[in-house]
């Protein structure tokens, strides 16, 4: 009887000869210190460069072949053999970032300090970054007085509008969105939401769940915080009390 020998790959020359890493694992790694990098060089880039941000800027909305001048800055950050998804939530990032005002920018280095090929040497990324849902509970926290209440409301309706959309609705509902969280003074984590708009196609439902997840969560964190403030506070005002008399 003829017995087959499996196929074992040599392995690289001057690898040291171990279990290699989690295969999906290792690429969600590298994918994200791409998604990292490139949303880090973005912001630096309108920080620095007026001509390049206006170019960014001009995307917002637009599909890919509406916007000529952004692929001399975008095109050499796209993963190789990109699917059109991708190549999409690229541009779109890029263009709201670009939109924002210009003193919502993280402090910034110079551009050139950063690249495609610098990717990986920021070291690991998060697994999971800040979603959607807890930016929007950042802007129904952060709202003074009254305010909270109107934020509340126009938060969950914008919130739940996006996690019902197609690929397409959401590049166009996003923008507006985003713009909104940001004139708000709530962080939006770029390079969670590069990576969700990537792969909305594929698992919108799962990414839909966590926004509202991290919304409803960081809304119950923030309201227990604030009864436990206010029970202190009364504690305090009312002092210890009294003994009975005996």
Same mark, same amino acid.
């Given at each position: 009887?003829?017995?087959?020998?499996?196929?074992?790959?040599?392995?690289?020359?001057?690898?040291?000869?171990?279990?290699? #890493?989690?295969?999906?694992?290792? &690429?969600?790694?590298?994918?994200? %210190?791409?998604?990292? /990098? !490139?949303?880090?060089? *973005?912001? $630096?880039?309108?920080?620095?460069?007026?001509?390049?941000?206006?170019?960014?800027?001009?995307?917002?909305?637009?599909?890919?072949?509406?916007?000529?001048?952004?692929?001399?800055?975008?095109?050499?950050?796209?993963?190789?053999?990109?699917?059109?998804?991708?190549?999409?939530?690229?541009?779109?990032?890029?263009?709201?970032?670009?939109?924002?005002?210009?003193?919502?920018?993280?402090?910034?280095?110079?551009?050139?300090?950063?690249?495609?090929?610098? #990717?990986?040497?920021?070291?690991? &990324?998060?697994?999971?970054?800040? %979603?959607?849902?807890? /930016? !929007?509970?950042?802007? *129904?926290? $952060?709202?003074?007085?009254?305010?909270?209440?109107?934020?509340?409301?126009?938060?969950?309706?914008?919130?739940?509008?996006?996690?019902?959309?197609?690929?397409?609705?959401?590049?166009?509902?996003?923008?507006?969105?985003?713009?909104?969280?940001?004139?708000?003074?709530?962080?939006?984590?770029?390079?969670?939401?590069?990576?969700?708009?990537?792969?909305?196609?594929?698992?919108?439902?799962?990414?839909?769940?966590?926004?509202?997840?991290?919304?409803?969560?960081?809304?119950?964190?923030?309201?227990?915080?604030?009864?436990?403030?206010?029970?202190?506070?009364?504690?305090?005002?009312?002092?210890?009390?009294?003994?009975?008399?005996?």
């Amino acid at each position: 009887m003829t017995t087959t020998t499996p196929h074992v790959p040599h392995p690289r020359s001057g690898q040291p000869d171990q279990a290699p #890493a989690a295969p999906g694992r290792a &690429a969600a790694a590298q994918r994200r %210190s791409r998604q990292h /990098a !490139f949303t880090t060089w *973005v912001e $630096q880039t309108c920080v620095h460069d007026p001509g390049a941000r206006a170019a960014l800027r001009s995307g917002v909305r637009k599909n890919l072949d509406q916007v000529p001048h952004m692929h001399r800055l975008i095109a050499r950050w796209l993963p190789e053999n990109a699917a059109a998804d991708t190549e999409r939530a690229y541009y779109a990032i890029a263009a709201m970032i670009a939109a924002q005002p210009r003193t919502a920018y993280a402090a910034a280095h110079t551009p050139e300090q950063t690249g495609p090929d610098s #990717a990986t040497a920021s070291g690991p &990324a998060r697994p999971y970054g800040v %979603s959607l849902g807890t /930016a !929007f509970a950042a802007a *129904v926290t $952060q709202a003074p007085g009254r305010e909270k209440q109107m934020r509340q409301g126009t938060a969950e309706s914008r919130l739940n509008l996006l996690t019902r959309q197609s690929v397409n609705g959401l590049h166009r509902h996003l923008p507006a969105a985003v713009a909104y969280l940001r004139a708000v003074g709530a962080p939006v984590d770029w390079t969670q939401l590069l990576d969700d708009l990537s792969h909305w196609r594929r698992h919108s439902a799962r990414i839909a769940r966590r926004w509202l997840q991290d919304y409803y969560r960081a809304r119950a964190k923030t309201e227990r915080d604030a009864a436990d403030l206010a029970d202190q506070q009364e504690a305090e005002q009312t002092g210890p009390t009294e003994p009975a008399a005996p």
